[in-house]
């Protein structure tokens, strides 16, 4: 969640922005960009007023927009432990400081194969787009579909839609949408549904929504001890882990269990509270890999350390860490093998594509994207990763197929 409620420092790109942030006043920027398209639909929107305010301790969100279908609303309590309740409302706009200039995404075609492990990585990115730029998305698998929920479109306005990708045949359609607009929520698939934990938009969400593919309707089945967002979720077993976060005030070290989605415990406390991390599920063991520790979301103090949680006891262990420090970056696990893909760097969004043993607690570069992207969702379908939307040298509806081939194989 960006922050313009008397940030110290206000970064801006494209365009001239009068700035009254810190006396309270009225900002205005006057746009000037281009779009991109890409099969009559946007793939990417840049040039916008886009504006990072820097500021710790600042909750992040700005106008939401939902569909008549879904209500606008955002409860925001208590956080853990209770505190007053938030209120705090703030614009959510995508980084500027450290986009690169504008150039067009590759090719729909375009490719990136590299080799590691008796492996080739394959990443592609798909002709189909998303029907909207966004980013700061959630995302998950049902049924053979990926749903993508939520996030912040190409006006930095926090949404409700849900889309549906169909793999087989590119196809994506809109499925429905949330009961609360939010983004920068963590979604987990539990018994045929979608679960999406907290977020934000004009505040920081408590609640916990479920979305059902099967009637394209949202419910909210429970809340969060506390606002939470900026977290990321993991699922062993039959129980779901909330890892990390932020309360609208500060980072959070906090690992909550449910089984349900309506009733949660604290299972224990992470070795560096950390906002953004990626995560993946490998030998019962939770992964989690950098993270925002302070400051600025996109030009704050990232986090190399790769945290290892046991889901039994709650216990956490810096088991490694990673080349360089990386938020916002996505993890997947193809054929046995856990990827960390893309994210945020201190240079900006990257392409790199890691890959992590756990039996070395080793990471080392495995490949690259076929553009950097950053605050994208991600699900996995078979053999496929899909990495849906983003931040690449703007925001984008990209969809980035990935794989992992025999060493050896031609790329299809």
């Not at 569909?67 to 409860?75: P, Q, R």
């Not at 400051?295 to 704050?300: A, D, S």
């Amino acid at each position: 969640m960006c922050s313009l409620c008397g940030a110290d420092d206000v970064f801006v790109t494209g365009v001239r922005v009068y700035d009254e942030v810190r006396r309270g006043g009225l900002l205005v920027g006057l746009l000037r960009g281009r779009r991109i398209t890409g099969r009559g639909r946007p793939r990417a929107v840049v040039g916008v007023v886009v504006v990072v305010a820097v500021a710790q301790g600042c909750t992040g969100a700005g106008s939401s927009r939902t569909s008549d279908s879904a209500a606008a609303t955002a409860v925001v309590r208590s956080s853990i432990p209770p505190v007053a309740e938030s209120t705090t409302a703030v614009p959510s706009t995508a980084p500027a400081a450290t986009l690169a200039p504008v150039t067009s995404p590759p090719a729909a075609t375009s490719a990136v194969s590299s080799r590691s492990v008796g492996t080739a990585l394959d990443a592609t990115v798909l002709p189909s787009v998303l029907s909207a730029v966004v980013y700061r998305t959630q995302a998950g698998a049902v049924g053979g579909f990926v749903y993508v929920l939520g996030g912040i479109d190409a006006a930095g306005v926090t949404v409700a839609e849900v889309y549906r990708v169909d793999p087989s045949t590119g196809a994506v359609t809109r499925a429905g949408a949330l009961a609360t607009p939010t983004h920068g929520a963590a979604a987990l698939t539990f018994g045929g549904r979608v679960l999406v934990f907290g977020g934000a938009a004009t505040s920081v969400h408590t609640t916990v929504q479920a979305f059902d593919p099967a009637t394209g309707q949202t419910t909210v089945i429970g809340r969060l001890p506390g606002p939470l967002a900026d977290l990321t979720a993991a699922a062993v077993g039959t129980q779901m882990l909330l890892l990390g976060g932020f309360n609208g005030a500060h980072g959070l070290d906090t690992i909550l269990s449910t089984t349900d989605g309506m009733s949660f415990h604290l299972l224990g406390h992470l070795a560096q509270a950390v906002r953004y991390p990626a995560v993946a599920v490998a030998g019962g063991d939770v992964y989690l890999f950098g993270g925002l520790l302070a400051g600025g979301e996109y030009t704050g103090t990232f986090s190399t350390a790769i945290q290892r949680i046991d889901p039994t006891s709650g216990t956490t262990t810096v088991v490694g860490h990673l080349p360089i420090p990386l938020a916002h970056a996505k993890a997947v696990v193809l054929d046995g093998q856990i990827l960390v893909l893309g994210g945020s760097t201190t240079g900006g969004p990257s392409a790199a594509v890691f890959r992590f043993d756990p039996t070395t607690a080793r990471a080392s570069k495995m490949g690259a994207l076929p553009e950097p992207d950053t605050d994208g969702a991600v699900a996995v379908v078979g053999d496929t990763a899909y990495l849906l939307g983003g931040i690449s040298r703007g925001p984008i509806a990209t969809i980035i197929a990935i794989r992992l081939l025999p060493a050896g194989s031609a790329t299809p």
